[in-house]
């Protein structure tokens, strides 16, 4: 038989256990509300990632090529005809790749 001295000790300890347990589960709850409420607010920002990033502020000054794209198609969406020129590390036109960072300095505002 325990101790008159060790059933309260037991009693606070399980106590303590059951409420460690009640912070876990709040936790997980805060974390799992605030995931769903991080989520697009608006369709357009479903486009395509760049970079990493989605594409909610496509043309910013440094730019870094995603999947699939091209100077020219750049070049379109981001109102920039001078895009080899003002990036010289770009050699070759035809050599873009993901990742690579350029410059980008729009023609006229969006």
Do not use: Q
């Amino acid at each position: 038989m325990a101790s008159p001295a060790r059933r309260p000790l037991a009693a606070v300890v399980s106590v303590l256990d059951a409420a460690s347990w009640y912070v876990a589960l709040a936790l997980v709850a805060v974390v799992l509300l605030s995931s769903l409420r991080e989520g697009p607010a608006t369709a357009e920002l479903d486009e395509p990632a760049s970079g990493g990033r989605l594409v909610a502020r496509p043309c910013d000054e440094i730019y870094v090529v995603g999947e699939g794209e091209t100077l020219h198609t750049i070049s379109d969406k981001c109102r920039d005809p001078f895009i080899v020129e003002r990036n010289p590390h770009i050699h070759d036109p035809d050599d873009v790749f993901p990742g690579l960072v350029i410059k980008i300095t729009p023609s006229n505002p969006m």
